[in-house]
């Protein structure tokens, strides 16, 4: 295989991440266009992705490249992954969730497809994609692949040590100049639609 991998890169601190928890991604939506990617959706309601992006560029139908994304990944990271070639290949499913799950990931988004989504949907492993196929990868003689390069999902640049934020309602990735500028203004709406969603619901319950 002709690949590139350079080791993870943390440019967010933990404690920044966990400062993201409880932000959701229409609040964020709110606040910014930009990071969004459009048209991948959680495989499972209510689920959670937070983490620091690793990057993996997958040439399909060779898949290889994931088995040394999963291995040089952290606990809490999460792999942002472009699929190159063609997209009827799924990338991602049962025995890469359960790798996923043993490493402590927290998530994976698969500019692509995946497979084996009734026991995704079971384990509810935060899987975000862009399609299913039946077809899966296989090895493929002078393969490529890239973990930590810049990949391209959804229309949109993406860096290691970047930050993925996503739940029901979609998937962000955020700069870290975007996680230190947006966090206030994330956190403040938050408040103040809580404030008001409980106010509307004494209103109300007053008019029962």
């Known amino acids: 295989m002709t690949s590139k991998i350079i080791a993870p890169r943390q440019d967010i601190g933990t404690q920044l991440v966990e400062s993201w928890r409880d932000v959701s991604a229409s609040t964020l939506g709110h606040l910014t266009c930009e990071g969004y990617l459009e048209g991948l959706r959680p495989l499972s309601e209510n689920v959670r992705l937070l983490g ?21 990944s952290q606990p809490g990271d999460v792999l942002v992954i472009e699929c190159v070639g063609d997209r009827k290949y799924a990338c991602w499913g049962e025995l890469r969730t359960l790798a996923a799950r043993i490493k402590g990931l927290a998530g994976v988004i698969v500019g692509g497809a995946v497979t084996d989504v009734a026991v995704l949907r079971e384990e509810r492993f935060p899987v975000f994609s862009e399609g299913i ?44 100049k975007q996680v230190r500028d947006l966090l206030s203004y994330a956190k403040e709406k938050q408040i103040r639609d809580t404030k008001r969603k409980l106010e509307m619901v004494v209103q109300l319950r007053a008019h029962h």
């Not at 620091?52 to 040089?72: E, Q």
């Not at 990949?151 to 962000?172: H, K």
């Open 52 to 72: 620091n992006v690793v990057t993996v560029k997958v040439f399909l139908p060779d898949g290889g490249i994931l088995r040394d994304a999963l291995l040089l």
């Open 133 to 176: 196929s039946a077809v899966t990868t296989h090895p493929v003689e002078g393969a490529r692949g890239s973990v930590n390069q810049p990949v391209r999902v959804a229309g949109i640049d993406i860096l290691p040590g970047t930050l993925a934020i996503g739940d029901n309602d979609g998937v962000f990735i955020l700069t870290p």
